[in-house]
């Protein structure tokens, strides 16, 4: 049974930083797209960025390229958002998924975190 636990969510000032986590669990993750995802109230589930398990093949939004990184950390299974600048519309709940193939979007992703929430003020 794959299992995704996300991390590090908080409340910080614009223009500051925060990293999320990612622990994957249960599965063979090197065939796997690992994703984040966002969503703010009222609003759709959004791609923010995927990689490729080997860490070669990233993918961006536009709204966060050069402002956020997606890595990996093979051993220990985790997959990290690194995000800098941040503004206060990148305030959501952010959502760590993986997919068995290259996929932007939500309904390629089997499985799902709970979510870890990201505040901007102003």
């Known amino acids: 049974q794959v299992q995704l636990v996300e991390s590090g969510g908080g409340l910080v000032q614009a223009g500051g930083s925060l990293r999320l986590s990612c622990a994957a669990s249960g599965g063979t993750f090197s065939l796997y797209t690992m994703g984040w995802f966002r969503q703010a109230p009222e609003k759709e589930r959004e791609f923010v960025a995927a990689i490729r398990w080997n860490g070669r093949n990233t993918f961006y939004a536009d709204s966060v390229k050069g402002r956020f990184t997606i890595s990996t950390d093979n051993a220990k299974n985790t997959v990290y958002l690194q995000m800098n600048s941040l503004k206060p519309e990148d305030t959501a709940l952010y959502y760590c998924?993986?997919?068995?193939?290259?996929?932007?979007?939500?309904?390629?992703?089997?499985?799902w975190g709970q979510g870890t929430q990201v505040t901007v003020s102003k």
């Open positions: 998924a993986a997919s068995t193939v290259l996929s932007f979007g939500p309904s390629s992703y089997y499985y």
